[in-house]
């Protein structure tokens, strides 16, 4: 493989060097500790998993600054139990971390969300998306009342709230509860459109 030295120093990747030096600068004029602190260790209070949907960025969107929440994103936010990514996320930050509260995140307009009902298949995606597509079949009887964006929107919700389910009944969460350790597990949808975050209240813990 040949790497080619022009590409960082070109176009568009210029542009992120340079608005991470200045955002480096930025951050030391605003607190001198910032990098050293976070050197040190990192302590976040919160894991979230959300959609890696560019329009959703986790810190930014609950105002979270680095260090303080630690993220796991894929396609329509989903916690399967077969995906060591996603669980060894979850391990760490459980067991490691010691999170106080895990937020599920999924959002309004959730393309993945959208995909996983469309008729045909989209080659690799169909197979991740396949779990939607079969919680929309189990709720089939609430979604066929809704139309268009409507029912795209209902399904992101119950998306969200099967994958707190399926975050609750981890063998990492309910050890840790058998262990007394504080842990909830949260439900929420955010609004493209508006930039707020719905509470599906959903929330479990022990
Ligand atoms: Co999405």
Request: proline share 2%; charged share 15%.
């Amino acid at each position: 493989m040949q790497i080619d030295r022009n590409t960082l120093g070109d176009g568009q990747m210029a542009q992120l060097f340079a608005n991470n030096r200045e955002w480096a600068a930025a951050s030391l004029a605003r607190d001198p500790e910032f990098f050293s602190r976070l050197v040190s260790q990192q302590a976040p209070a919160y894991l979230w998993i959300g959609c890696s949907d560019s329009r959703v960025p986790a810190n930014e969107i609950v105002g979270l600054a680095p260090g303080e929440v630690f993220v796991h994103r894929n396609v329509a936010n989903l916690v399967l139990h077969s995906d060591m990514n996603c669980l060894s996320v979850l391990q760490y930050a459980v067991e490691v971390l010691k999170v106080r509260d895990i937020i599920i995140c999924g959002h309004y307009g959730c393309g993945g969300v959208a995909a996983s009902i469309q008729s045909g298949s989209m080659g690799l995606i169909s197979n991740w998306l396949r779990p939607i597509r079969e919680l929309a079949e189990f709720h089939a009887g609430t979604l066929e009342h809704l139309r268009g964006t409507a029912r795209t929107d209902r399904l992101c919700e119950l998306n969200v709230v099967k994958q707190v389910a399926n975050v609750a009944n981890t063998t990492i969460v309910q050890d840790a509860w058998h262990r007394g350790q504080k842990l909830s597990v949260h439900g929420l949808c955010y609004g493209l459109g508006d930039g707020i975050l719905r509470d599906l209240n959903v929330s479990v813990s022990v």
